[in-house]
């Protein structure tokens, strides 16, 4: 079984697991407590739209900070003050990424990381593609550390160099830590008051919850 | 001073280091301890009419076996058994990364990291930016290892995150080594019997040299 890592683009015709540290992964992975779906969507008025019609709640930023109508931003510790059947959450770039994959898909970062590696090596064929989404098209730290904590967990498989060269990366818990406080990513977040979610995102393995992407919606692998 | 990292494109105007670990920046960096200048070229013909016309050496590579009518492999251990004013050397994928810079164009690699960085610490004016040769347009380890070896001496500039990333992962000298050694481009070097050259290559800041490509050129920087 191969593992491979790429940044934005996925290029599996098997498993890949979407990895947008702050927040996009981290708030699927947890509203999964207390949702029974998620609703992936890159506009907010797309979101309005569907969460009126399904009758769901709805989460949410632009540049980080809440919408307005919205019940939550897009962060993993006011998502779980939430529940429901369904949420709609806006999230761009994860959201373009899942809809541009052409294999099976999970929502992996430091909450799940073990539980995630686990889920991808039971349903992957012959190969695991782990996909940083990045931040507006530029490599983020963040996903490349939470690459090679869920790959830290695949190490007995064939890891591309890329893939080894991540979890060599998250050998140091504290450079880890670290580095995704002092990124750019959780400067920005910290900036609008999200302090507390950068350092929530770096919990690992507190969640079992395997997201997996299908049909425009996110369910929790049981 | 900005630090960043790039894989085979350079974008830098200020100052670029190319890094080709395993091996033509470690032939670079040794046969200038031999030579006055190198003279780095894309194929092996025009190799040979270089070395015609300047009566010089000649050394090169393909697929990693010496050719005919060559002086010596593209080999930092091979190349420090010859001596002379100018070597011609092949090295397809080096030689085009150089020429297609547009800044001032240093070569570094795990013998020369602690001075390639001093010297482009002291040649920039805005940025240094570290490009990874990477094999057949893939990311090689090797080359993001020994950026990170390079970068690891310039800790106190402005990093991009892919450059902190590199200095992370070369925090253990044990599986720096161990990766390298297992690397794509070591198997290969070591089934045609250059495991010595991969061993060599590890050699972390042996030398003094800083090559510097200019006018089709590479000299050492005084």
Redesign the interface.
Known sequence: MKVNLSFEKSHSNDLSIMVDVLRASTTITMALNHFKEVIPVVEHMEALNIAREKEALIAGERRGATLEGFDAGNSPIEIQKLSGKTLVLTTSNGTRIMEGMNSKVLVGCFTNARAVAMAARNLAIEEIEVVMAGVEG????ED??GAGEIISNLQNLDL???A??AV?????KS??KN?VLK??SAKRLSEIGFKKDVEFCLRTNISTNVPQFHDKSIKKII
């Open positions: 530029r490599f983020a730290i490349f550390l591309s160099e890329y080894q060269a060599m990366a998250v050998q140091d450079l880890v580095a990124s750019r």
